[in-house]
């Protein structure tokens, strides 16, 4: 009987660590993630109802958010700079959804404006009366070498991506912890979690991010019905590196790689949303080689290191060519 039992419990084993493999190999987010999206909870029946603030709303993965949530019954605040991009946002989201004119907030606002944040927040709540969720969406990245780059595009990365972040956490916060319930997603990056070139300011606003909010978490324990989730995509289509900084504060990129061998935006939201749904913590979204490159990073930096350094030589000659960097890892650079 002991050896049928051990036997059970061997070829169990087995099938689990061949199942991670296999999602490692072949998956685009980390295990936990993809076993809640295919058995967990269904994101419209977890968040109908709930009141949503999204930063960033008005292109990319906060646009996406905004309709993905619109279809699942959220009532939604739309925030960003662009009050025009919002409100046509916020009439694609009822057009696709059965929501009202009132379920959607448009609500513009500006990160790096740190004093507005406490009045923000109250208009939302003079509007639907709670907030249960705030995703940290809105941010910029970079393209630039640090040697070349102004510090003044260092210190603008840190003022938008963590201590704007900061900011508005701050104020939403005491709303949930005197509620006793709420969560907190805060969207990172790849280069929250290792480091790549042409982003190092981004990279440093990203790593501050995973560790202000690692910490957070630990913080809230008192507190088990609010969640602090933290999203790591990769790669994904959207308008971010169009609006990236460059080596001075007023130098737009050029020569921006083709999105399509990105991760669909519609893809890394579908996976945030069943993650969301079922209280993870912490999200890896990436196709490969990024999702392996976390692990490798985690696990055998040593050899993760070895095959950074190979791509990123790679990827600081095509920038120094007048060539998009981003390609180093899609496809071969074109020169025409």
Same mark, same amino acid.
């Given at each position: 009987?002991?050896?049928?039992?051990?036997?059970?419990?061997? =070829?169990?084993?087995?099938? =689990?660590?061949?199942?991670?493999?296999?999602? @490692?190999?072949?998956?685009?987010?980390?295990?936990?993630?993809?076993?809640?999206?295919?058995?967990?909870?269904?994101?419209? !029946?977890?968040?109908?109802?709930?009141? %949503?603030?999204?930063?960033?709303?008005?292109?990319?993965?906060?646009?996406?958010?905004?309709?993905?949530?619109?279809?699942?019954?959220?009532?939604? %605040?739309?925030?960003?700079?662009?009050?025009?991009?919002?409100?046509? %946002?916020?009439?694609?989201?009822?057009? &696709?959804?059965? @929501?009202? $004119?009132?379920?959607?907030?448009?609500?513009?606002?500006?990160?790096?404006? &740190?004093?507005?944040?406490?009045?923000?927040?109250?208009?939302?709540?003079?509007?639907?009366?709670?907030?249960?969720?705030?995703?940290?969406?809105?941010? &910029?990245?970079?393209?630039?070498?640090?040697?070349?780059?102004?510090?003044?595009?260092?210190?603008? @990365?840190?003022?938008?991506?963590?201590?704007?972040?900061? !900011?508005?956490?701050?104020?939403?916060?005491?709303?949930?912890?005197?509620?006793?319930?709420?969560?907190?997603?805060? %969207?990172?990056?790849?280069? #929250?979690?290792?480091?790549?070139?042409?982003?190092?300011? =981004?990279?440093?606003?990203?790593?501050?991010?995973? #560790?202000?909010? $690692?910490?957070? &978490?630990?913080?809230?324990?008192? +507190?088990?019905?609010? @969640?602090?989730?933290?999203?790591?995509? #990769?790669?994904?289509? !959207?308008?971010?590196?169009?609006?990236?900084?460059?080596?001075?504060?007023?130098?737009?990129? !050029?020569?921006?790689?083709?999105?399509?061998?990105?991760? /669909?935006?519609?893809?890394?939201?579908?996976?945030?949303?069943?993650?969301?749904?079922?209280?993870?913590? $912490?999200?890896?979204?990436?196709?490969?080689?990024?999702?392996?490159? +976390? +692990?490798?990073?985690? =696990?055998?930096?040593?050899?993760? /290191?070895?095959?950074?350094?190979?791509?990123?030589?790679?990827?600081?000659?095509?920038?120094?060519?007048?060539?998009?960097?981003?390609?180093? +890892?899609?496809?071969?650079?074109?020169?025409?």
């Amino acid at each position: 009987m002991e050896c049928c039992v051990s036997t059970a419990v061997c =070829y169990l084993v087995s099938c =689990y660590l061949l199942l991670r493999l296999l999602c @490692l190999i072949f998956g685009d987010a980390d295990f936990p993630l993809l076993w809640a999206r295919v058995f967990g909870s269904r994101p419209e !029946s977890v968040l109908r109802g709930q009141v %949503v603030w999204i930063t960033g709303a008005s292109s990319g993965i906060g646009e996406e958010l905004a309709y993905q949530l619109a279809k699942c019954g959220s009532r939604l %605040v739309l925030s960003a700079r662009r009050q025009s991009e919002l409100t046509r %946002v916020k009439q694609a989201c009822l057009e &696709r959804s059965d @929501l009202q $004119d009132e379920d959607v907030l448009v609500l513009p606002l500006d990160l790096l404006d &740190r004093p507005s944040h406490e009045n923000k927040t109250s208009t939302v709540l003079q509007h639907f009366g709670r907030i249960d969720m705030l995703i940290n969406n809105g941010g &910029r990245t970079q393209r630039s070498l640090f040697l070349e780059t102004n510090l003044d595009v260092m210190e603008a @990365l840190m003022e938008l991506n963590f201590l704007g972040t900061l !900011s508005l956490t701050k104020q939403v916060l005491p709303h949930m912890t005197r509620r006793g319930t709420g969560t907190l997603v805060t %969207v990172s990056s790849v280069v #929250g979690l290792m480091g790549v070139p042409l982003s190092s300011g =981004y990279s440093a606003s990203k790593h501050a991010l995973q #560790g202000f909010f $690692d910490s957070l &978490r630990l913080e809230l324990l008192s +507190y088990p019905n609010i @969640l602090v989730s933290t999203v790591s995509p #990769g790669p994904v289509q !959207s308008q971010i590196v169009q609006n990236a900084f460059r080596e001075q504060m007023d130098k737009s990129p !050029s020569n921006v790689a083709s999105q399509e061998h990105k991760m /669909a935006t519609s893809r890394c939201v579908s996976l945030m949303l069943a993650g969301i749904a079922n209280g993870l913590k $912490d999200m890896w979204i990436a196709q490969q080689p990024f999702l392996a490159m +976390y +692990y490798i990073s985690c =696990y055998a930096p040593s050899l993760a /290191a070895v095959i950074m350094n190979r791509l990123s030589r790679q990827r600081i000659e095509n920038f120094k060519a007048g060539l998009d960097a981003d390609s180093t +890892y899609f496809s071969k650079p074109k020169t025409s």
